[in-house]
């Protein structure tokens, strides 16, 4: 019997994603085509609205006409741009970002970019293509480039750089990658759809493989506050990031080091905190043993006092923005919306948003509609195993809220965070933390009442409008037996005289749709 001994080696991160494409969302054609326009267009839109810029998006597929199952996606903004220096290990390079900081972005995980590249490298292997211009530079750069799997790095193929002509500053992003149009054609419209009903203050403009345009003009200038970077509160530590922490702090004593890489501790509650698990606060960060360490690590996350965590570096649309999205592109008859207070889960700050639309050219459905958005990204996928689906169709029973389904009703719900709880690195589904949970039915229950009277009072005043109907029907009949008994002394009034009299006498009481000029106008509004 032979024994072979195993062989042990370690593979990168390149290797790695390279290896589970799927769990980023890259499983097979269609679904790659979608994750590709998707992860180029959140780049797009980090680049501009979370610094304050109206985004101008283009996104274009088209199909290569020698082999068809070969798709060139391009997407280009009018955003900060990248600097040249970076621009091959941000689309080269696995786990290289901007985005490490505390802030609340699109993206987080450097990762996106990076999966296009590698699955255009394993279905097609042209470069990828990347254009750029700096906000505040002079220059164009421009990139072809692919990834050394292996090492985890980019292989630069080409690169070049010239004076601009225009003002244009932003990223453009080219690459060919093996996609099924047919089958990811539904949910690609659904996504840039989606995306044009959480940022109405963005342009977009999109070009499909058929070569059908859709453009989603920008409906308001009101564009949501940038999302400004924020300390690690406390409560969401754990002992490896306290320990990264302390290495790269240049505190010279411990309180000074809760003081500065926290948020929610000021010097009185640092002094007292070290104190209640028996640390001297003026110790040296050098000084402190693993046990001391560890224990440090465990009253943060426990300790009462401190702060809660801050919201307002959180970037919420605002209840106004999501009204004006829904309206414009839903055309409902009723809308609303409502941000919640901030609330926190596990030492992170959340804000749930959540909006509601009824009726208009929404089509009726056996269960609400529903919208989902994480950090301003609609997710499509996964919808049964999200906690706002869970919230929608398990909590709330709607015939409280007086709808009866099949009704033609949308629910939007957002949740903002510096982190979000997603359930896999794909980014389709939101685990059901209970907090979260509740904070959304809340807010669910808020817009639900707010649509509850609204139908109610349509109720009413329908009930009213067929009730003076109802009366104007009469008033000829009514007319003609009063003209009968006018006295034989006085000159007859002509019914018709009676008749509009009367007509007169109920509008300024009651009030008549103006459509109703007359009583013999009723018979026709009458059904
Ligand atoms: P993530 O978005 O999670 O940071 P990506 O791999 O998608 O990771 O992108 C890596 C980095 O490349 C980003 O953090 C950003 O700095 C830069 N980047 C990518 N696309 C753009 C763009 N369109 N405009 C500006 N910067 C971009
Ligand atoms: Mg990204």
Not at 55 to 73: A, G, L, M
Not at 145 to 162: G, H
Not at 242 to 263: G, N, P, R, V, Y
Not at 280 to 287: G, H, I, N, T
Request: proline share 7%; with cysteine.
């Amino acid at each position: 019997m032979s024994k072979t001994a195993e062989k042990f080696r370690s593979i990168s991160p390149a290797e790695f994603f390279y290896r589970n494409k799927e769990i980023a969302g890259f499983s097979n054609p269609a679904r790659a085509l979608y994750q590709t326009v998707r992860e180029l267009v959140e780049n797009a839109l980090d680049a501009t609205d979370a610094h304050g810029i109206l985004p101008d998006i283009q996104v274009v597929i088209e199909r290569d006409p020698n082999k068809p199952i070969v798709y060139r996606v391009s997407v280009k903004d009018n955003g900060i741009g990248i600097p040249p220096q970076y621009v091959p290990d941000a689309f080269g390079r696995v786990l290289f970002s901007s985005k490490y900081v505390l802030r609340q972005t699109r993206g987080m995980f450097g990762l996106g970019a990076k999966m296009v590249v590698l699955y255009s490298q394993i279905t097609v292997g042209e470069p990828i293509e990347v254009v750029t211009s700096p906000i505040n530079s002079r220059r164009i750069y421009a990139f072809k480039l692919l990834i050394d799997v292996r090492e985890n790095k980019p292989i630069v193929l080409y690169r070049a750089s010239w004076r601009k002509e225009s003002d244009w500053h932003g990223t453009y992003v080219k690459v060919a990658v093996e996609g099924d149009w047919g089958r990811s054609k539904s949910k690609i419209l659904e996504y840039i759809q989606r995306t044009a009903i959480i940022t109405p203050y963005a342009n977009i403009y999109f070009k499909d493989p058929e070569g059908r345009v859709r453009i989603y003009r920008r409906v308001t200038t009101k564009i949501p506050p940038p999302p400004r970077e924020t300390k690690p509160h406390p409560h969401g530590i754990d002992l490896e990031m306290l320990k990264l922490m302390i290495k790269s702090s240049d505190a010279s004593t411990l309180q000074e080091f809760l003081e500065k890489e926290f948020q929610g501790i000021g010097k009185v509650t640092a002094g007292r905190f070290l104190r209640s698990i028996g640390l001297d606060p003026s110790r040296s960060l050098a000084s402190l043993t693993r046990k001391d360490i560890e224990r440090l690590a465990e009253a943060l996350r426990s300790y009462k006092d401190f702060r809660p965590p801050r919201a307002d570096h959180l970037s919420p649309i605002g209840s106004e923005i999501i009204k004006i999205g829904l309206s414009a592109i839903l055309k409902p008859e009723f809308v609303d919306a409502v941000t919640r207070k901030p609330a926190v889960y596990g030492g992170h700050a959340f804000i749930v948003e959540v909006g509601i639309a009824y009726g208009g050219a929404i089509q009726p459905s056996d269960s609400p509609i529903l919208l989902r958005f994480a950090n301003k990204i609609p997710l499509l996928y996964d919808e049964r195993s999200d906690v706002a689906w869970k919230v929608v169709s398990e909590n709330i029973d709607w015939g409280y809220y007086g709808i009866q389904f099949p009704a033609p009703l949308a629910v939007l719900v957002h949740i903002c965070s510096t982190k979000i709880p997603y359930k896999g690195v794909g980014k389709e589904s939101i685990a059901d933390v209970p907090v979260i949970e509740q904070e959304i039915e809340n807010g669910v229950r808020q817009v639900a009442r707010s649509l509850k009277s609204y139908l109610a009072r349509k109720k009413r005043e329908e009930e009213m409008a067929r009730r003076v109907v109802t009366i104007i029907k009469y008033i000829p009949d009514i007319a003609r037996s009063l003209s009968v008994f006018t006295r034989a002394s006085e000159p007859k009034i002509p019914s018709e005289e009676l008749e509009a009299r009367l007509f007169e006498i109920v509008k300024s009481k009651v009030g008549v749709a103006p459509s109703i000029k007359s009583p013999r106008d009723v018979v026709i509004s009458v059904e």
